[in-house]
């Protein structure tokens, strides 16, 4: 049975698997705008580094929550997820079709499931928590903050020091753990039909590209975009300043390792952040339709005979 809600379509993968490339058939072929549903996308002071869609795609279809915010600010999921709500309600207004797209797992999540009503962390506990684990280091800060909150630890990786912090600050402040304040989140679901679509490549074949694609941004100008950030001197807490590829390069800006160093360090970071987001599609959200190839007109076909039994009409 068809849901009459309003649809909207949600279209993920890890970096460099081409959800981009998607989006904008999905777009032209359903009359749709793509909202985008990636953490990094949103700052505009980088564009090549997080892969923001060409000018050509810009002129073909209209996208929104692309480099609308500075990167001086934190967006919060729930930031994120209020203005995507709103983003959603006016394509919607205007008779389109809205398309989400982006890898960011928590956004996505916390979109459709609803956000947990966490406290405010005061600003004290939290250079406590960048402190702790900048002393520690990341396996071994893991490591405590598995004695207080064993459950969040086990679904983190040693290398994801963002939201290490974050649930080490949570359960420091509150006394209760991340999932335990995700379980009584507020403003559940929005009435409307997520229509979800995940591709995860062959994993040597994801490799390869995000190894590719790390060189391509190098020749856009990658360098110079990192040289101009610094230049910013944003604290280095921020999310922006970890953004793939920032740190690597920021050090080679401070002579502090080789270009070729830099390079083959965010390239194998690159792919550690592929290879969770596909662990995150398969665990959290395994009831997507998901392919396992990388943007093909094979997939492509795919994709809009999903759309089709979803109830959508193709424009063209």
Not at 59 to 67: C, F, M, R, T
Request: a negative charge; proline letters at 4%.
């Amino acid at each position: 049975m068809i849901n009459d809600k309003p649809k909207v379509i949600v279209i993920t993968g890890p970096t460099a698997s081409g959800k981009s490339a998607l989006g904008v058939d999905a777009a032209l072929a359903l009359d749709g705008e793509i909202i985008n549903a990636d953490s990094m996308q949103i700052y505009r002071e980088l564009d090549v580094l997080t892969a923001r869609p060409a000018k050509d795609d810009l002129s073909k279809v209209p996208h929104q929550l692309y480099g609308t915010m500075s990167g001086s600010v934190r967006c919060s999921a729930e930031q994120w997820r209020n203005l995507a709500l709103e983003e959603i309600e006016k394509v919607h207004n205007r008779g389109r079709v809205p398309i989400l797209v982006g890898g960011t797992g928590l956004y996505i999540r916390a979109l459709e499931k609803g956000i947990a009503n966490i406290p405010d962390i005061p600003a004290e506990v939290r250079r406590q928590g960048q402190e702790l684990l900048e002393q520690l280091g990341g396996e071994v800060f893991k490591q405590k903050l598995a004695e207080s909150d064993p459950e969040t630890a086990s679904r983190l990786h040693a290398g994801d020091s963002q939201r290490l912090i974050r649930a080490w600050e949570v359960i420091t402040h509150t006394g209760k753990s991340m999932l335990e304040w995700q379980k009584e989140a507020q403003g559940l679901v929005p009435n409307v039909d997520f229509i979800r679509f995940a591709m995860i490549p062959p994993r040597e074949e994801l490799y390869d590209n995000c190894n590719k694609r790390f060189q391509v941004m190098l020749d856009l100008g990658a360098l110079k975009e990192v040289e101009n950030l610094l230049e910013l001197a944003f604290d280095s807490s921020l999310p922006i300043m970890k953004a793939l590829g920032v740190p690597e390069l920021a050090e080679y800006l401070a002579g502090d390792v080789a270009l070729d160093e830099a390079i083959s360090r965010a390239q194998q970071n690159t792919r550690r952040y592929a290879k969770r987001q596909m662990t995150w599609i398969r665990t959290q959200y395994s009831d997507a339709n998901i392919v396992n190839a990388k943007y093909s007109e094979r997939l492509r076909g795919d994709f809009f005979t999903f759309i089709r039994q979803s109830g959508l009409t193709l424009s063209c």
